[in-house]
T-cell receptor, first 116, second 108 residues
Framework: DGGITQSPKYLFRKEGQNVTLSCEQNLNHDAMYWYRQDPGQGLRLIYYSQIVNDFQKGDIAEGYSVSREKKESFPLTVTSAQKNPTAFYLC???????????????FGQGTRLTVV | GQQVMQIPQYQHVQEGEDFTTYCNSSTTLSNIQWYKQRPGGHPVFLIQLVKSGEVKKQKRLTFQFGEAKKNSSLHITATQTTDVGTYFCAGHGYALNFGKGTSLLVTP
């Protein structure tokens, strides 16, 4: 069953702790994205990767880190430097540019992180 | 960076009324995509527009891409309760950039 999987669905952490959110896809997509969603703020881009072993900062990268060692995996670490980490985190993937057109993005179910 | 603005932020309609959300970009877009997110869910792709002035329809949904490729709209005719959710437009710049979305509430 092809798709993009995020785990866990809910995550609780104490303030000051780093936490890593998992994102795995078996769609053979080159591009992967991490977004943060807060009420009324839409989807804000944290990091994105167009190819293995390469990634770029998005609009709100401060306090986050990523890695892209495998095509299938794009984990996001929320560090203690992130001032307001409580949010809904969404991972997405797409096959990138093809035939001059971009393809649709597929999203995971999301991880709701609560830091107390 | 590229900014994609969406209005209105919220819309509350009676079932059967029409609904429109508008998307505007500060720069020319190579394409525009529309997504729907149901409450508690994740965004799901609806459609992509690529050509200047393009119009596409999906049943009661009509999508338009402006002639200058800087704006787009989604129009829903005769809304139903199943249309409830947040509708996002997204444009490709260096990555896929989303607007803040329009949350639609439909009252029976």
């Amino acid at each position: 069953d092809g798709g993009i999987t995020q785990s866990p669905k809910y995550l609780f952490r104490k303030e000051g702790q780093n936490v890593t959110l998992s994102c795995e896809q078996n769609l053979n997509h080159d591009a992967m994205y991490w977004y943060r969603q807060d009420p009324g703020q839409g989807l804000r881009l944290i990091y994105y990767s167009q190819i293995v072993n390469d990634f770029q900062k998005g609009d709100i990268a401060e306090g986050y880190s990523v890695s892209r060692e495998k095509k299938e995996s794009f984990p996001l670490t929320v560090t203690s430097a992130q001032k307001n980490p409580t949010a809904f985190y969404l991972c997405a993937s797409s096959s990138g540019e093809g035939d001059g057109e971009y393809t649709e993005a597929f999203f995971g179910q999301g991880t709701r992180l609560t830091v107390v | 960076g590229q900014q994609v603005m969406q209005i209105p932020q919220y819309q509350h309609v009676q079932e059967g009324e029409d609904f429109t959300t508008y998307c505007n970009s500060s720069t020319t877009l190579s394409n525009i995509q529309w997504y729907k997110q149901r409450p508690g869910g994740h965004p799901v792709f609806l459609i992509q527009l690529v050509k200047s002035g393009e119009v596409k329809k999906q049943k009661r949904l009509t999508f338009q891409f402006g002639e200058a490729k800087k704006n787009s709209s989604l129009h829903i005719t005769a809304t139903q309760t199943t249309d409830v959710g947040t509708y996002f437009c997204a444009g490709h710049g260096y990555a896929l950039n989303f607007g803040k979305g329009t949350s639609l509430l439909v009252t029976p």
